[in-house]
């Protein structure tokens, strides 16, 4: 996600600052927390950008978004937004200070489709491929489920796809008969 320049700096001076006091991995969970409040209340982003809205009310939503009981540092991060008026670019800080972190700490989002429910030994297989073929790196895996797909199964690590679903080789085969005429 292309976030700009001010959250960049923002979350750039929030990792350096929780690297010195050891709470960049706390920070970085607070953070994903952030990511999925806003994902999952579209009208947050309108209320922090409200200007009606009062700075305190604006802090008490920030601290409640990153989850149970966040730590100091984000709370002073917090402060810290608010002061310079900069909420309304809260959401794409966090978004910028978990892509710096993951880049890091050599973090790679996975990404798993299946046609249907996999149990968790299949589920480790597909995990396995991913562990083999990616080296020296950390996951962090989401699940889904898309009839569509037919059968097999589609991985996504970060930009990298591994597309083995019957859909895609039906694709390809469709491709390859229009090829031949």
């Given amino acids: 996600m292309i976030s700009g320049l001010i959250p960049q700096r923002y979350a750039k001076a929030l990792y350096k600052f929780a690297l010195e006091t050891k709470s960049a991995g706390r920070v970085y969970e607070e953070m994903k927390n952030v990511i999925t409040s806003f994902q ?5 982003s309108k209320v922090l950008s409200n200007p009606f809205v009062e700075p305190a009310d604006k802090e ?8 149970k009981n966040p730590g100091e540092d984000y709370k002073r991060f917090v402060k810290l937004i608010l002061d310079h008026k900069r909420e309304e670019f ?4 966090a978004y910028a200070y978990r892509d710096i972190y993951r880049k890091a700490n050599n973090i790679s989002q996975v990404k798993i ?3 249907v ?8 297989k ?4 991913v562990e083999k073929s990616f080296k020296d790196t950390t996951f962090e895996y989401s699940e889904a489920v898309d009839p569509e ?4 199964f589609i991985i996504d690590v970060d930009s990298v796809r591994m597309d083995a679903s019957i ?5 390809q085969l469709r491709h390859n008969l229009i090829r031949s005429n």
């Fill in 149 to 152: 797909i037919i059968g097999g």
């Fill in 117 to 124: 429910k996999l149990d968790p030994q299949e589920m480790k």
């Fill in 113 to 115: 489709v299946t046609a």
């Fill in 167 to 171: 859909s895609n080789e039906l694709e």
């Fill in 60 to 67: 008490r939503l920030l601290i409640s978004a990153a989850g």
């Fill in 126 to 129: 597909l995990h396995d491929v």
């Fill in 40 to 44: 999952q209340n579209p009208e947050l």
């Fill in 90 to 93: 809260a959401y794409l800080m």
